[in-house]
């Protein structure tokens, strides 16, 4: 159905972007919350974002993944690049409107909708040891460089950097057939 | 980048998708995705999987308005004024060797005539003040500390015989606001084509240039720089095919960020 608005999106169907926007904003607004954690800012993505799928709406292909996956990807790298624009600018010690992260990985209830149960990716995930897994979901889920994973998990740095190289090497080795 | 074996390739597209990287290796992924077929596989190896992590994580309801907004600026926007130009910058955009997510596209849209307004009366001064010269940094960069809006967006005057463009380019990626005042005078088989040099030294194409009228291009991968530069070069009709400038560079000029 999404992958049909998104046709119709790029043959400038107003109607269908309208219900497009209806259907997905609040999980791109969600993703945009959580990672920009100021609401104006995440407001103001939110729009950029729009705008990009409404130009964009044409690059789609269904090897690109499900529809609402690649909107979110969409979203996600518009809050990587403000965040690290952002960054440049802001104290990482500025820990203002940050809200406590919340778990970090998907509750099995909240994952009830799959059919087939654990996805490969999570398997994988909960096989690594847990300080790898909880540096590269907490990189995901907030956009955290680096040095802001080594303050956030109270760890040095070079320590951090190895678990995520070595956290993303055994989920590559994991999701390999 | 091309020398790193698969397993470096790899962890690079990973920390790519994942967001571990700083703004300029970021940029640096960006442009590099543009024409590595092998580092584009990869990246969206690591996209549409991780994108499984999105499922169940907490919805939230965007306010009505930004409907509207969004509206505005899409379905209900006035058709372009300038639709050759932007489809040109379009066309090229797509010869590029993919269209990976973060990879900016150029786009059309029609711009609010009160900034540009605005926008004339300084760049007006502003050439008054300059004479045509080339500048060095007018102002001071942004203080480091924590700045709650959006920062300056850097602006540029790029003026060839008979007329000039007028250049905004938002800090933190978006839309490149471009509108053409008088007639330039360009070859008929070239193409006037934009570009971005910063903290680098690289040319970064922002598209082609329109000759009339006004026109968004759409960027996000800009490197960072204290005083980065704009320049335009006449390339071939539809523009420079291999990413960098290849014809003569007519014009350029130290972008600013205020008077």
């Given amino acids: 159905m999404l992958s049909a608005l998104l046709r119709s999106t790029a043959e400038r169907d107003s109607r269908a972007f309208r219900l497009l926007y209806e259907a997905t904003a609040s999980h791109l607004f969600g993703l945009l919350v959580r990672m920009l954690r100021q609401r104006d800012w995440a407001e103001e993505a939110l729009q950029d974002c729009y705008l990009r799928i409404w130009n964009r709406a044409d690059s789609y292909a269904p090897e690109k993944g499900h529809p609402l996956a690649w909107m979110m990807t969409i979203a996600r790298y518009r809050a990587l690049d403000l965040l690290r624009a952002r960054r440049e600018l802001v104290s990482i010690d500025d820990d203002s409107g940050r809200p406590e992260l919340v778990s970090a990985l998907p509750g099995p209830d909240e994952d009830a909708g799959t059919q087939e149960g654990m996805h490969h990716l999570e398997h994988c995930l909960a096989e690594l040891p847990s300080e790898q897994r909880e540096a590269l979901l907490l990189a995901y889920y907030e956009g955290y460089t680096h040095p802001e994973l080594a303050q956030r998990m109270a760890s040095p740095l070079g320590t951090v950097k190895s678990w995520v190289r070595r956290g993303l090497q055994r989920l590559r080795e994991c999701l390999s057939p | ?259």
């Fill in chain 2, 1 to 259: 980048m091309s020398r790193l074996n698969g397993p470096a390739r790899d962890y690079l597209a990973a920390s790519y998708v994942l967001g571990t990287l700083t703004a300029r290796a970021r940029a640096g992924v960006q442009r590099r995705l543009r024409r590595d077929t092998d580092l584009t596989d990869r990246v969206q190896f690591w996209e549409a999987e991780f994108s499984r992590l999105h499922r169940g994580r907490a919805t939230v309801l965007p306010p009505d308005h930004l409907w509207h907004l969004i509206s505005e600026k899409t379905v209900n926007k006035a058709p372009p004024t300038i639709e050759p130009a932007a489809m040109l910058a379009r066309r090229h955009r797509r010869d590029a060797a993919n269209d990976a997510e973060a990879t900016p596209s150029a786009a059309t849209a029609t711009v609010n005539p009160g900034f540009w307004r605005v926008w004339a009366v300084a760049a007006s001064l502003l050439s008054m003040v300059l004479g045509g010269a080339l500048i060095q940094r007018l102002v001071a960069a942004p203080d480091a500390v924590i700045i709650a809006e959006a920062p300056q967006p850097y602006l540029g005057v790029l003026a060839v015989e008979g007329g000039r463009w007028l250049v905004r380019v938002p800090v933190d990626g978006g839309f490149i606001q471009v509108r053409v005042e008088g007639a330039p005078k360009v070859d008929r088989n070239r193409s006037p084509e934009l570009w971005w040099i910063g903290g680098d030294g690289a040319p970064r194409s922002l598209g082609l240039l329109p000759m009339d009228g006004a026109v968004q291009l759409e960027s996000t991968d800009l490197a960072p720089s204290d005083a980065p530069v704009l320049a335009v070069s006449m390339e071939p009709r539809g523009g420079s095919k291999t990413g960098k400038p290849t014809g003569p560079v007519v014009v350029q000029f130290p972008v600013i960020r205020d008077l």
